[in-house]
C-alpha cells in the first residue's frame, strides 16, 4: 500500500479532526456532568493532581506503582458510583471512538491499523477516476459467451472468445503477481472489443486489494500534464501532487491512447511517464484502438521500443460488445 505524501496527510487529517470531534464532545459531557455533580469535578482534579505528583516524584519502585493504581482504582469506582446515582453510564464520560483498536490514531504500535487501511482503500477508489465503472465493470461481470465461436482471427486463426479466454488468464495473472513481478500491458485492437472493461476488472480487484489505481483517458492525462507544465496560476504544491499521482500509483491506466492530438509535447511527456514509471517499478497498462504499425509511426522510436521490451502485448479482436450490451 504505497501513499503519496498528499494521500498520506489526507488520512491522517481525518483522524486529526476525529480526535478533535471527540475532545469536544467529552468537554461538553464533562460541562454537564460537573454542574450536576460538583463532586466529581473534585474527584477528577485529585486524579490528575495525583498523576502529575507520580511522575515527579519519579518513584519506580513497584511499592510506589502499587500505591499509585490503587488510589487511582478507588478514584474511579467512586466515580462510576457518582455518575451511576445520577443516571448516567459509567462510561459516560470516556471516549466514543470510531475504531476502538487503535483509538483513531490510525496505527497500532508502529502498525497501520486496519482502520487507516480501509480508509486507504476508499480514497484510492476516489482518485482512481473509475469508481463508478468497476460497479459493473469488473471480473464477476466479465461475459466470455460476448465474443462469438464463429469470429475466427485471420492473423492467428483462434476464434474470438479463445483469444479473450487467454487474455483473460493474462489479466489474473496480472493481478495474483501484482506484489511480486512488475508487469506492464498493452490492450489494442479495434473498438468496443472490450479493452476498458478488462483493464477495469484489473483495477477493481488491485483497489480491493489496498493498491492505488488512476486511470485516465489519454486525452485526459496530456491536459494534466500540459496544465502542470503551462499554467502558473497552479501552486507547486499541486503540481507536486499531480504528478506524483502519474508516476507513483501502483497501476497507470492510460486509456486510448492516439486519440490525443500527438505532437512534440505529448510525445516528450508521453515517454517521460513511462520511462520514469519503468524506471520506478510502477506498472502501467495502456489500451488504444492503434495498430502495433500505427503505433510505431505515430510516436517516437524510443516510446515504441520502451512499449514493444517491456509490455505484454494483448491484441484483441470481436465484434464490438457495447452494442451487445446494450
Not at 129 to 153: A, Q, T
Not at 177 to 195: A, I, M, P, Q, S
Request: net charge negative; hydrophobic share 35%; charged share 30%.
Amino acid at each position: 500500500m504505497n501513499l503519496t505524501n498528499d494521500q498520506y496527510d489526507r488520512l491522517m487529517y481525518h483522524y486529526t479532526e476525529l480526535q478533535a470531534r471527540e475532545q469536544q464532545e467529552i468537554e461538553a459531557r464533562q460541562e454537564e456532568v460537573y454542574r450536576a455533580i460538583p463532586e466529581l469535578a473534585e474527584l477528577d482534579s485529585k486524579a490528575r493532581r495525583l498523576s502529575v505528583r507520580y511522575v515527579r516524584n519519579g518513584d519506580l519502585s513497584e511499592q510506589a506503582s502499587a500505591d499509585y493504581h490503587r488510589e487511582m482504582d478507588e478514584i474511579k469506582a467512586e466515580r462510576q458510583k457518582l455518575l451511576a446515582a445520577h443516571g448516567w453510564n459509567e462510561d459516560y464520560l470516556e471516549p466514543v471512538y470510531e475504531c476502538p483498536d487503535c483509538k483513531d490514531t490510525g496505527y497500532i504500535g508502529q502498525e497501520k491499523c486496519h482502520c487507516l487501511k480501509n480508509h486507504a482503500i476508499r480514497l484510492f477508489y476516489q482518485q482512481s477516476n473509475i469508481e463508478d465503472k468497476l460497479k459493473e465493470e469488473n471480473f464477476e461481470h466479465f461475459n466470455l459467451m460476448l465474443y462469438p465461436d464463429d469470429f475466427v482471427d485471420p492473423v492467428t486463426g483462434s476464434t474470438s472468445r479463445d483469444i479473450m479466454r487467454e487474455t483473460l488468464k493474462v489479466a489474473h495473472d496480472f493481478v495474483e503477481t501484482f506484489d511480486k513481478e512488475h508487469r506492464n500491458l498493452l490492450l489494442y485492437g479495434d473498438t468496443g472489443v472490450g479493452k476498458s472493461f478488462l483493464s477495469h476488472c484489473i483495477a477493481r480487484d488491485l483497489l480491493e486489494k489496498g493498491h492505488s489505481v488512476l486511470y485516465l483517458d489519454a486525452i485526459r492525462l496530456f491536459e494534466m500534464l500540459e496544465a502542470r507544465q503551462f499554467d502558473r496560476e497552479m501552486s507547486y504544491r499541486e503540481k507536486d501532487s499531480m504528478i506524483s499521482y502519474v508516476l507513483d500509483t501502483d497501476l497507470l491506466i492510460i486509456d486510448d491512447l492516439g486519440t490525443e492530438l500527438a505532437n512534440g509535447f505529448t510525445t516528450a511527456q508521453l515517454y517521460h511517464v513511462i520511462e520514469t514509471r519503468l524506471t520506478r517499478g510502477r506498472s502501467t497498462i495502456i489500451s488504444t484502438n492503434l495498430s502495433i504499425r500505427e503505433l510505431n509511426e505515430i510516436y517516437s522510436e524510443r516510446i515504441f521500443s520502451r512499449i514493444m521490451s517491456n509490455y505484454q502485448n494483448l491484441r484483441l479482436v470481436g465484434d464490438d460488445i457495447r452494442l451487445k450490451i446494450r
